[in-house]
């Protein structure tokens, strides 16, 4: 394992840069805070790990080559951006219509478990910003004494452990708002409003972005 890590000074400084993309607040930390304040602990961290599992296939991605591949295709970041910018719309469509309806207290606890980890999941793994994360930053990090697939496996494995911690810091504090607005019939309705104007809101800001350039 040791062989497949660079040396210290280059490891600290992708530990650093890991931990900058982690906590700025993107699609992933937002669908965490929102889903922490609306389902409480539980869901947050549930939605963690979906989260989490997503940027495990964007590592796993990246060790095939593929986020290169965005890297350099206009039109295949334009696909899994737009993509990625209608399931956040979807999502806030969804958040709306549960705040309309109060969300029915009978609907099975699995299945609702189930669907927080897959819309975190989905939304981690369209997030183009970790896709270029990988295929911008770990080649840097890579040495040709050692297989590059392997090596970009472990970094990446490396960010969604950062990066899932970090995750749980922003879940565990919404999670200690929660409560209080759960107390308030009104601020809770008002709150899953805002969240699905979030998504939304999010949705397009991702869609209306420029996928290349800082421009």
Same mark, same amino acid.
């Given at each position: 394992?040791? *062989? ?44 963690? /790990? ?24 206009? /039109?295949?970041?334009? =696909? =899994? ?9 979807? %999502? ?8 309309? *309806? ?16 897959? *819309? ?11 896709? %270029? ?8 990090? %890579? ?28 879940? %565990? ?24 104007? =979030? ?17």
């Amino acid at each position: 394992m040791v *062989d497949l890590l660079p040396a210290w000074p280059l490891l600290s400084a992708f530990l650093l840069a890991s931990l900058v993309l982690a906590v700025t607040p993107g699609p992933g930390v937002i669908y965490i805070v929102t889903r922490s304040l609306t389902q409480g602990l539980r869901g947050g961290l549930i939605s963690v /790990a979906g989260v989490a599992l997503g940027n495990l296939g964007n590592a796993l991605a990246a060790s095939m080559g593929l986020a290169a591949l965005f890297a350099v295709s206009a /039109a295949a970041f334009a =696909v =899994v951006k737009y993509a990625g910018a209608l399931y956040l719309v979807y %999502l806030g469509v969804q958040t709306l219509r549960t705040s309309k *309806d109060q969300a029915s207290p009978s609907a099975p606890r699995p299945a609702h478990h189930a669907r927080i980890f897959r *819309d975190g999941f989905v939304v981690a793994l369209l997030n183009p910003k970790t896709m %270029l994360f990988f295929a911008a930053f770990l080649p840097q990090f %890579l040495s040709s004494d050692t297989a590059p697939m392997l090596q970009t496996v472990v970094l990446g494995t490396l960010f969604v452990v950062i990066a899932a911690c970090t995750d749980s810091v922003y879940a %565990l504090s919404a999670g200690v708002v929660g409560p209080a607005l759960a107390r308030g019939g009104g601020v809770r309705v008002l709150s899953r409003y805002l969240s699905g104007l =979030v998504f939304i809101g999010l949705g397009i800001f991702t869609a209306l972005a420029q996928s290349r350039s800082g421009k």
